[in-house]
C-alpha cells in the first residue's frame, strides 16, 4: 500500500549545523509532497510542498526537491537555528488504495532539537 | 490567510460524559474537513473524512457511533466523543481543504486535547 517513511530521530544538532530529514514514499501515480512543522502543543503548519516531479519547495530556508526516480522529498536546511526545533512530517496527498482522494499520509516525524 | 481554529483547546471531563470539539475554517469554505488523532510522540492517525452536508468516512478501525462527525455548514465540522474513557486521551486535530484553492493542501487547527479522568 502507499506509504511514506522518513528518518527516525530524535536529531540534535548545534545551531548553524547543516540539517537533513530523509523521506521516501510508496505510492501510485503522481502524488503531491509536504513537509509539516509542529512546534511543541501546536498543530501542523505547512511548511512546503511540490506537486510534481523536480519541483523544489522552499521556506524559511528549508527546501526539499520531489525525486521521483528515487521516490524522496528529502528536507534539508543549510544552517539551523535554535528556534527550528520541532517535529517534522513529511506527508503525501493522493489517490490511495482506500478509495478516497486528497487524503494525506504522514510519515512517523522526525524530532528535530538544536542547541545553542 | 486560511486559518482553522479549534475548541477548546484543551478539556479535561471525566469518564462516561461525552465532548464536542469544534473545528472552524476563519477565512475560507471547506466542503471537507478531516479529523486526526496524535498520539504523544507518534504520528497523525486520520479518523475521518467529514463532508458538508453528508455522513463523514470513517477510517477502518475507527467507531463511529463513538466518534460522532458532523459537518453542518462549509465552515463547521464537529467530532463528539461520547462515553469517553481514559483511552481516548489524545490529542485531536482537524484540517480543512479549501474550497477554492488547491485540491490537495490541508489547513490544520491548534488541535484540542483532551484529557479523560
Known amino acids: 500500500g502507499n506509504s511514506v517513511t522518513q528518518m527516525e530521530g530524535p536529531v540534535t544538532l548545534s545551531e548553524e549545523a547543516f540539517l537533513t530529514i530523509n523521506c521516501t514514499y510508496t505510492?501510485?501515480?503522481?502524488?503531491?509532497l509536504f513537509w509539516y512543522v509542529q512546534y511543541p502543543g501546536e498543530g501542523l503548519q505547512l511548511l512546503l510542498k511540490?506537486?510534481?516531479?523536480?519541483d523544489k519547495g522552499s521556506n524559511k530556508g528549508f527546501e526539499a526537491t520531489y525525486r521521483k526516480e528515487t521516490t524522496s522529498f528529502h528536507l534539508e536546511k543549510g544552517s539551523v537555528q535554535v528556534s527550528d526545533s520541532a517535529v517534522y512530517f513529511c506527508?503525501?496527498?493522493?489517490?490511495?488504495?482506500?478509495?478516497?482522494?486528497?487524503?494525506?499520509?504522514f510519515g512517523k516525524g522526525t524530532l528535530l532539537t538544536v542547541n545553542p | 490567510g486560511a486559518v482553522v481554529s479549534q475548541h477548546p483547546s484543551w478539556v479535561i471531563c471525566k469518564s462516561g460524559t461525552s465532548v464536542k470539539i469544534e473545528c472552524r475554517s476563519l477565512?475560507?469554505?471547506?466542503?471537507?474537513m478531516f479529523w486526526y488523532r496524535q498520539f504523544p510522540k507518534q504520528s497523525l492517525m486520520l479518523m475521518a473524512t467529514?463532508?458538508?452536508?453528508?455522513?463523514?468516512?470513517?477510517e477502518q478501525g475507527v467507531e463511529k457511533d463513538k466518534f460522532l462527525i458532523n459537518h453542518a455548514s462549509l465552515t463547521l465540522s464537529t467530532l463528539t466523543v461520547t462515553s469517553a474513557h481514559p483511552e481516548d486521551s489524545s490529542f485531536y486535530i482537524c484540517?480543512?481543504?479549501?474550497?477554492?484553492?488547491?485540491?490537495?493542501?490541508?489547513?490544520f487547527g491548534p488541535g484540542t486535547r483532551l484529557t479523560v479522568t
Open positions: 484540517s480543512a481543504r479549501d474550497l477554492a484553492g488547491n485540491s490537495y493542501e490541508q489547513y
Open positions: 505510492a501510485t501515480g503522481y502524488p503531491s
Open positions: 511540490a506537486t510534481k516531479a523536480d
Open positions: 506527508a503525501y496527498s493522493g489517490y490511495n488504495s482506500g478509495g478516497s482522494n486528497y487524503k494525506l499520509t
Open positions: 477565512d475560507f469554505q471547506a466542503t471537507t
Open positions: 467529514s463532508n458538508e452536508g453528508s455522513k463523514a468516512t470513517y
